[in-house]
């Protein structure tokens, strides 16, 4: 009962679409601020290190970035209402999930090799399908049958 009751709360809170966001992209993630009782937006950019529970609603993605020299690692829960917008800047090539071992590197041993991708097609968000009845194709049929 209660899993039941997880999943539909689960599917409630669900963005409609969401990019699809892989370790080693780097991507640029605006993410609404209260200050007072005002909200604004702020954007961080820096490469993905890890996603987490890829088709759930509480899907994950840590986000890292160098700033001053010091590394800084965010983490957004990408079905949050917080989180605006996730846009892919490029992509990495990459062959694990988890890439921990960026935090020990630096400079030129941290950057990771480009792949090549479209990156207006990637950061369109998937649009609704809709039900498409097979009436009009039946109808297409008898009409096709008629003119024979």
Do not use: C, W
């Amino acid at each position: 009962m209660s899993f039941e009751l997880l999943k539909m709360v689960g599917d409630a809170q669900k963005k409609k679409a969401v990019i699809d966001v892989r370790s080693g992209d780097t991507v640029r993630v605006s993410q609404k601020i209260k200050e007072g009782d005002k909200f604004r937006i702020q954007v961080f950019e820096g490469t993905v290190i890890r996603v987490d529970r890829k088709q759930s609603h509480t899907e994950r993605i840590v986000v890292r970035k160098v700033t001053s020299g010091v590394g800084v690692e965010k983490s957004f829960l990408m079905h949050s209402p917080l989180v605006e917008k996730v846009e892919i800047v490029r992509r990495g090539k990459v062959r694990r999930n988890n890439l921990r071992y960026l935090r020990e590197r630096s400079g030129k041993s941290a950057r990771l090799s480009q792949k090549d991708f479209d990156r207006h097609a990637v950061n369109e968000l998937p649009k609704e399908e809709e039900d498409v009845t097979e009436e009009p194709v039946e109808e297409a049929k008898e009409a096709a049958k008629v003119e024979a």
